[in-house]
């Protein structure tokens, strides 16, 4: 369905908006363990959104795919941000403050996504490219010729790739002595 222009029309944005919120929200909410920055990169999705909304292509996939495309990008910038930062008084600087209410949502909301959090993190072996895409087909439900398109590949190398990340993530389960990480990634 293509989106009527989001950048434009904040009729049309709010829509956007209320109707993925929750669905962009969870996918930070599996990245980050900081209400302050789930709430913040939210927001910034949302802004990037709106700047972006001129190279929504429906043709190439669905809205909440691009938008994760997008979520993806602001994730990976606050994390290179991050990294350069160097002390606490930066990382709080210039962060809103937030209502309790709105604290203990965000917490829960990061709670509930803990165990998806202890997958990435044991997924570590995956390169990022193929770990992007086999989380926008198993988390995030998309299916593979969207989440191509949202990383940037063709529905043929996508295919391929997740082949290969299914295989090793099994290798993982099933030889559980071994590490894992053992076999390397192929």
């Known amino acids: 369905m293509a989106e009527p222009d989001i950048g434009r029309d904040p009729a049309a944005f709010e829509a956007f908006y209320r109707r993925h919120v929750g669905d962009v929200s969870r996918f930070i909410a599996r990245r980050v363990d900081d209400p302050y920055t789930a709430a913040d990169l939210t927001a910034d999705v949302f802004l990037a959104i709106i700047d972006s909304a001129h190279t929504y292509r429906p043709d190439r996939g669905s809205a909440i ?5 997008v979520a ?43 165990s998806a959090r202890r997958v990435y993190e ?14 926008l087909v198993a ?11 949202a990383v940037g590949l063709s529905p043929l190398v996508a ?25 390397g990634y192929a």
Do not use: C, F, M
């Not at 965000?106 to 509930?112: G, K, N, Q, S, V």
């Not at 044991?122 to 989380?135: F, N, S």
């Not at 995030?140 to 398109?149: I, R």
């Open 122 to 135: 044991a997924l570590a072996g995956v390169p990022e490219p193929t770990r992007q895409l086999l989380e």
């Open 65 to 69: 795919a691009w938008a994760y495309g």
């Open 159 to 183: 295919r391929v790739r997740l082949h290969r990340a299914r295989k090793y993530v099994r290798d993982i389960v099933l030889l559980p002595s071994t590490g894992g990480g053992a076999h």
């Open 72 to 114: 993806h990008n602001v994730v990976a910038a606050e994390r290179r941000r991050a990294r350069r930062e160097s002390t606490a008084t930066g990382r709080i600087a210039g962060r809103r403050l937030l209502e309790s209410a709105d604290i203990a949502r965000l917490e829960e909301r990061i709670d509930a996504e803990r």
């Open 139 to 149: 988390v995030d439900g998309l299916p593979v010729a969207e989440a191509a398109a």
